[in-house]
Structure formats: C-alpha cells, structure tokens
C-alpha cells in the first residue's frame, strides 16, 4: 500500500470524520499502523523519526482526557506489558523510537493529529470506531510515576505528554467553516484594534456556525430525524425528514462543551430552542422535566436513546445545574 506520510492537515480529512477500525484510519493516512498508539515518519531534514499522529483509546491508567487539552501517555515495547491486564511490568524510556519521535515533535513544534477510539473516555471517544478530533500542540514533557506499581510493587516511570487542541483556524476544516474561522478571526482582530462596537455579539453568532456536521450528521442519520425529547419526526417535501444536532452542554465560552456523540441529541426544531432557553431538562433517571408552559407536541416521558448512542450523564448535569442556577429567560448558548 503507498501512503504517503505528511506532518499535519490531511486532505480530503476533516475534523469529526468518523472511520470503522483502524485500517480505515490508516488508509486515510492519518496513522502509520493499525496497532500502536504513536505514530511517526521520518523527517524531511535529517531523517529522524518525528510524531505525527496519536490514537487516544483506553491503551494508560495514566491517560488523561480533558477535550481540548490531555495528558498521554508515551509507549512501551509489547514485552513490556502484561498482554492480559495491560499494565507494565517496567518503566517506560525516552530512547523508545515511538516515545523520541513525540519528544522530537515536542522540540520542532510540530502540531499531532489525535484519532480517538471507541474505548476511550466515555465523555468525548465514539460509541464505536474511531473519529478523528483535529490537531493538538505538545505543551510539555516529563517523566512521571504511573498511578499502577510494577508487579514487584516498584515504581513504574512513564514518558508523559501535555498536548492542547490547536485554534480552529489551524484545523483541516471544510471551505465554508474555514470563511467562517476566518471571519472570527477578523472580528477579534477588529474588537483588539478597537474597531468592532459590539465584538462579542458577532463573535457568538458566527462561532456557533463552526461544528462539526459529521458527528451531528451520525445521531440524525440513526434516529431518521425522530425527535429524542418529543417525537416528533418532521419530513420535508422531498420525503426527507428535518432535524437538528443539539449540543446538551453548549460548545464555545463559558461553557466549554465538545462537538462528540455523548453531547449531542437529535432533536426537532422546536425542542432545540426549549433544551437551550432551559424549558425542558433530563433529570437523573432520565424523564424529561418541563420547566415552562410548552406549545406544541408534548414532551416524551423519558430522554428516547437508540442503538449505538450513548448519552453521558455528564452532560445532562451540566444543563440542569445551570438553569438550577438562572431564572427561567436566560439563554443557554
């Protein structure tokens, strides 16, 4: 199979695509093999081996995903690790190929893709398969003390890497958010110079613009368009049924929450605007709480989940501790 290996954006690759196993992410040449965790190749300048990619799957104790920024884990050879349990049985080292290369890349700035996989945190990794989540700068490097001992009971030290997701100008996205990336951009630049009269407003406005229609596209496509709050299925004339992506925690500030499955909700148009004005939330044993005099179709007694997706209670928490806090005409995002 030729592949030809390159540091950074792929093309043809967009934040949010999803891919079945490992093979197909690596026929789409965002990793180098269909196993390991670190991927590399060697430098155009000296030939060294430079990171290019990370799998972020469950594979550490040690791993730490926190959306935009994480803490992985650096690699072990297969004699090092117990094959059953997964724990080492020694400390890592920095002379480890895999382990040079990501430090290499640390050194030379050089930006990582991160593909997350179906076994890793269950707030941001995919039902199932693997998503490739954009491009993430290395911070910092250290060596740590694994939270597992060694089966003698000694400290096991690993290779550790802070990595931070890189501005969204930077990332491979499609023609139409990349102009709208732009265009934030452009009204921060103004905001800072002191020419924008109300920066923020715009800001908001076009920031909302920029997600990943991949993901949401993946919770449409498996409820056919059929509301999880009400029930609702609403079709188009062509047949076609009409829905949106919801995000329970809403992305950008102050809230912070990611573009991933465990997030999202199809929803009909009506119940998009009720979840974010904080009309309807999901209590804890998942029955779905009205909060306002509601129009319209009815709420279903219970949040409505299907097949392979899975919404974290996480999220459901978050929104309901914030209207917990707010009055009944605040907006959500």
């Not at 640390?106 to 039902?127: H, Q």
């Not at 997600?211 to 004339?237: D, F, H, M």
Request: with cysteine.
């Amino acid at each position: 199979m030729d592949i030809k290996r390159t540091i950074g954006n792929i093309e043809g690759v967009v934040v949010g695509d999803h891919f079945s196993g490992r093979l197909d992410v690596m026929r789409a040449k965002l990793h180098q093999t269909n196993q390991k965790g670190i991927s590399w190749l060697a430098d155009v300048g000296d030939g060294l081996p430079v990171a290019d990619a990370i799998v972020l799957n469950g594979g550490y104790v040690d791993d730490d995903d926190r959306w935009t920024t994480m803490q992985y884990t650096g690699a072990s050879e297969g004699k090092d690790r117990d094959a059953e349990t997964g724990r080492l049985r020694r400390s890592q080292s920095w002379s480890y190929v895999d382990n040079a290369a990501l430090k290499r890349s640390y050194e030379r700035k050089y930006p990582i893709r991160v593909i997350r996989g179906y076994e890793g945190d269950k707030r941001y990794s995919p039902p199932k398969g693997y998503r490739y989540d954009g491009l993430f700068e290395i911070k910092a490097i250290r060596t740590g003390i694994s939270k597992w001992p060694a089966p003698d009971g000694s400290e096991i030290k690993i290779c550790q890497f802070d990595l931070e997701r890189i501005p969204d100008v930077q990332q491979s996205l499609t023609p139409l958010e990349l102009r709208v990336a732009e265009m934030i951009q452009e009204v921060e630049e103004q905001a800072e110079a002191g020419e924008e009269r109300y920066p923020q407003v715009r800001t908001m406005a076009i920031r909302r613009l920029i997600r990943s229609v991949a993901t949401s596209q993946r919770v449409k496509n498996l409820y056919g368009g059929e509301c999880q709050l009400c029930g609702l299925r609403i079709l188009g004339p062509d047949g076609k049924p009409h829905s949106q992506g919801a995000h329970i925690k809403p992305l950008g500030d102050p809230h912070g929450g990611p573009d991933v499955e465990p997030n999202i909700l199809c929803v009909c148009p009506n119940c998009h605007v009720r979840l974010d004005v904080g009309a309807v939330i999901v209590d804890e044993d998942w029955s779905i709480v009205v909060r306002a005099d509601l129009f319209g179709a009815p709420m279903l007694p219970m949040l409505r989940t299907k097949g392979w997706h899975r919404v974290h209670p996480d999220y459901l928490r978050y929104h309901r501790e914030w209207w917990a806090s707010r009055g009944d005409h605040h907006t959500a995002s």
